[in-house]
Every structure is written in structure tokens, then in C-alpha cells.
């Protein structure tokens, strides 16, 4: 199929990428002068995206590498390094904001632009890195040299194809597929179709190995679904961060995307119609155009047809605490509490989590059975070994009886509903029964909302207005119900 009509909307506009190249030679002038006038043995690098020319329209963030020698002190390049971002930002008239990685670095909105300033370890290919940032400066001199200009389009395409099914980014809230890595997938087989062909067949674990290395069996990537060597490092594999569940929507979606493009019994517009709509954001349109109040009835009607029991959990955000950091304890967290729901023999259906990543942080968990009857039976030891049985009855006394090979009793439980448990361990006395991430535990015991699914959505403008502005709190809602609605239908961003 010819993508041009499709490409005229990914590639960024001739006045886009002059201002981006203006901005960017800006920052680097400035760093390095910077740097000369003030003694300081370091350079400003261009890299990512932008550097490589594979970014899409609208999504020209630019990221800056200050590279220091390797024999620099480490606290040296972090004070230095954020000195040097600083000034940049202030000569450049920018909006500065901190972050937090392997070391600190600034984000500055200069000219309009996000720019990334960040310090790092000037290393040669084949060495080890200091800091976790060091290969990308590696990652851009390699695409460079060997992405010809024609690919640059395949990989557009092939990146907001991931975009829109929902397999696109590598931080750890997607856990999907890097831009490097699309990068060196349109390297590796040539074109955005031919990336697609290959995806639809491939295995449990796959492995590719451009440069030749013979590292990809290592034991070490045994558990990684697809083990794509860095050209750059031959003991990295660049999809380290995809999961297991992103991989497989991106397989399922290459299917489904291939078998329209090779049915030649749809008429040609109607396919060409369908394979556009692969490229753009899903239409939801039993939501469209609907305010919040009734897509919470439809999600709640919805809900109610399962016949199950959908929990709310809400609670603050900590200050001072990344999204990188935020989303694993998050996961952790909620994986934990449906682990020990299953334990006490209720049974958990679905869960998830979703947050703003500022303000607030709603666990879904849906429950197939969320009451118990009153009484359960509490096995003890098999019948044969006396001793164990003695000390079994010891402790029991008079109810025990024998059921099959065990001895048991009838116990009265604890805990009816699922609701009590999880009320029961989310306290500071009991939350070391679950997995709890470390800066969240504090947040999830002393200030957490537990409700079923028809009263938050019921009270849906105070649960997302508390402490925000109206406008805003209406944003995060209709984001959050969006998610319920990707809950409650799993694997639509995979088909058109």
C-alpha cells in the first residue's frame, strides 16, 4: 500500500522542524560557550528523536546531552551538570522544572519547546556505562549512520502505529516498545509492512541480533519476550522494559492490521479507510459526545451486567515522587492486595490502577466472589503421622474430625466480604500482610476512599473536584472513566 496520504500527516511541517533546529543549535551554542568560558570539559549533544529525525508532527521534544569525560567525579557532573541546565534555562528566558533519574537533570519549556538538559558520561562504544544515561548518545551516532533517509518514514509510521494500539513507550506505566527500538526494527527488516509481516509470526521469546554479537541466548534475557541486542552494547537488550502483555498486543494488532490490508475482497476505499484508522487515536463512539455524568451511567450499566462486585480504592499522591517511581509500587501495591483477596478464597476477576501522577491514585479491583458463608473448613495435617495429629488436637481440642486424609475443623471467618478484608490490612498495623511500595504505604493507610463502583461514580464530581479546579477536576475524570471503559473492554485499540 502507498502511506503517503498517511505520512503527510506524521511528518512535521518544514516551519516545525526549522524552529525545532533553531531552538536546538540555540542551547547546544550556548552550552558550549558556556563551557569554554568557564573551564569546564564538557560538550552539548543533540539527541533522541530529533537528532535522529525520526520524530512525529507535534512531538518535537528536544533532548540535550552535556557529556563529561569519563574520569569525572560523579557529584561533580550532577552539581555541574544541573549549573550549566540552569543558566542555560535562565539565559534562554525557559521554564525550568527538576527531575530525577540516575541523577538530577532539568526540563525547561524554551521557545515552546520541551527540552531536556541532561549531564552524562562521554563513553566510546564497547564500554561500560557510569550512569544509566550514558549510551544514548551512542543510540543516536548509530542511527544515524545507518538509517537511510527513506527509512526515517517507516519508522513514523511504525511508531504511531504502536501509538494508537497502545503499545508505544518504554516508561514503565506502558511498558511497551522504545523509539530506539522501533528504530532498529525498521533496521533490521527494512520497512513499517515488512516490521509488521515479521511481528505477526513471531514467538514466546524472539531474538535479533543486528551487529552479530552471539549474546542473545545468555541466560540473563531468558524471561524477556523479545531480546533485541544493543548494536551499541552487546550485553543490553534494547526491550528490556516491554512486557510480556504489550508484545502481544502489538502481535495481535499486526494480525489484525495485515489481514485488511491483504483482503482483496474488500473494495479498495473502504480498506484503504480501514487501514487509515489505524494510524489515529480510537474512536470510542458509544462515549462520543457525552458529558462525564452519562458515560458514568453507561460504564455503571455496564458493571452491573457483569454481576460481580468492582471495589474503588483512592488515595493522595505523596509529594515529591516521579511517575517512574510512582508507577512499579503502584502495581506492586494493587498486584499484592488481589493476591491476598485470592488467599482468603475470595476471587478477583480483573484489576487495575490509574492515576493523574500528581493528585490521586483509584485501584479498580472486580470481584467474581466477594461474600463468604460464615463458617469455612481449616485443614490440619494428614491423618498418618500421629505426632503431627497430636499436636494439631492440642491445639484445637474436641473439633476436630477427620475429611479424607485430614484432619480438619469447622472455623467461623474472619472476614465475610472482601470489603472487610481489605479494610482489615490497610491499616499501619496489618499493611505488612501485602507488598506495599515504600513512599505509598503511609498515603494508602491514612487517607484511602474504599467504595463500591456505583457510589464513586454516583459522587464522581466531589471524588475529582477535591482540591483542583472544576475545569480540571472534569479532565481527570473523563480521563479516568476512559479507563474504565478500556477495563471493561479489553483489546479494542487492537482492531478497527
Do not use: M, Q, W
Given at each position: 500500500m502507498n502511506y503517503e496520504s498517511i505520512l503527510k500527516q506524521l511528518r512535521p511541517t518544514s516551519e516545525e522542524i526549522d524552529a525545532v533546529n533553531e531552538t536546538t543549535e540555540k542551547v547546544i551554542n550556548f552550552i558550549n560557550e558556556l563551557c569554554e568560558k568557564e573551564g569546564i570539559d564538557a560538550k552539548a549533544n543533540a539527541v533522541g528523536s530529533v537528532a535522529k529525525n525520526t520524530w512525529l508532527r507535534g512531538k518535537s521534544d528536544i533532548d540535550i546531552f552535556i557529556s563529561f569525560p569519563i574520569d569525572t567525579d560523579m557529584d561533580y557532573l550532577k552539581e555541574k551538570g544541573l549549573d550549566i541546565a540552569y543558566k542555560t534555562n535562565e539565559a534562554l528566558d525557559g521554564n525550568p522544572s527538576e527531575h530525577y533519574a540516575s541523577h538530577p537533570y532539568l526540563t525547561c519549556d524554551i521557545d515552546g519547546f520541551e527540552v531536556d538538559i541532561v549531564p552524562c558520561y562521554a563513553i566510546e562504544e564497547g564500554q561500560s556505562?557510569?550512569?544509566?544515561?550514558?549510551?544514548?548518545?551512542?543510540?543516536?551516532?548509530y542511527i544515524q549512520r545507518h538509517l537511510r533517509k527513506e527509512q526515517e518514514d517507516e519508522v513514523l509510521l511504525l511508531k504511531k502505529f504502536m501509538d494508537a494500539v497502545g503499545t508505544y513507550g518504554s516508561e514503565f506505566k506502558t511498558g511497551g516498545f522504545a523509539g530506539y527500538l522501533c528504530e532498529l526494527l525498521i533496521l533490521k527488516y527494512g520497512t513499517f509492512e515488512k516490521t509488521l509481516r515479521a511481528a505477526q509470526n513471531w514467538k514466546k521469546h524472539t531474538e535479533i541480533d543486528l551487529?552479530?554479537?552471539?549474546?542473545?541466548g545468555n541466560a540473563i534475557f531468558k524471561d524477556d519476550p523479545l531480546v533485541f541486542i544493543d548494536p551499541t552494547d552487546k550485553n543490553r537488550n534494547v526491550g528490556a522494559a516491554l512486557r510480556m502483555e504489550r508484545y502481544v498486543d502489538f502481535i495481535v494488532a499486526s494480525r489484525n492490521f495485515l489481514a485488511i490490508a491483504d483482503d482483496n475482497d474488500l473494495d479498495e476505499k473502504i480498506r484503504e479507510e480501514?487501514?487509515?484508522?489505524?494510524?489515529?487515536?480510537?474512536?470510542k463512539e458509544h462515549l462520543s459526545d457525552k458529558s462525564n455524568e452519562e458515560i458514568a451511567k453507561i460504564i455503571m450499566e455496564s458493571f452491573k451486567d457483569r454481576q460481580t462486585q468492582t471495589l474503588i480504592l483512592k488515595f493522595?499522591?505523596?509529594?515529591?515522587?516521579?511517575?517512574?517511581?510512582?508507577?512499579p509500587q503502584l502495581l506492586k501495591t494493587v498486584s499484592s492486595i488481589c493476591e491476598k483477596i485470592e488467599m482468603e478464597e475470595f476471587s478477583v476477576f480483573k484489576y487495575d490502577y490509574w492515576t493523574d501522577e500528581e493528585r490521586f491514585v483509584i485501584f479498580t479491583i472486580e470481584l467474581n466472589v466477594f461474600k463468604q458463608g460464615k463458617y469455612y473448613i481449616h485443614k490440619g495435617p494428614k491423618v498418618w503421622p500421629k505426632k503431627a495429629c497430636d499436636n494439631f488436637k492440642k491445639k484445637w481440642q474436641d473439633a476436630l474430625y477427620p475429611l479424607d486424609e485430614f484432619m480438619v475443623l469447622t472455623r467461623e471467618r474472619e472476614f465475610k466480604t472482601a470489603k472487610e478484608f481489605i479494610v482489615h490490612m490497610l491499616n499501619m498495623e496489618n499493611i505488612h500482610i501485602i507488598k506495599?511500595?515504600?513512599?505509598?504505604?503511609?498515603?494508602?493507610?491514612?487517607?484511602?476512599?474504599?467504595?463500591?463502583?456505583?457510589?464513586?461514580?454516583?459522587?464522581l464530581d466531589n471524588q475529582f473536584h477535591y482540591e483542583i479546579s472544576t475545569q480540571n477536576g472534569g479532565e481527570l475524570a473523563k480521563d479516568y472513566l476512559n479507563s474504565l471503559d478500556d477495563f471493561l473492554n479489553p483489546g479494542q485499540y487492537l482492531k478497527r
Open positions: 556505562i557510569i550512569s544509566a544515561v550514558d549510551r544514548t548518545i551512542l543510540h543516536t551516532k551487529e552479530g554479537y552471539g549474546t542473545a480501514k487501514i487509515i484508522e489505524f494510524f489515529k487515536p480510537l474512536e493522595k499522591i505523596p509529594e515529591n515522587i516521579s511517575a517512574d517511581a510512582l508507577h506495599v511500595g515504600k513512599n505509598i504505604k503511609e498515603a494508602i493507610c491514612n487517607d484511602h476512599i474504599l467504595l463500591e463502583i456505583d457510589e464513586f461514580l454516583n459522587d
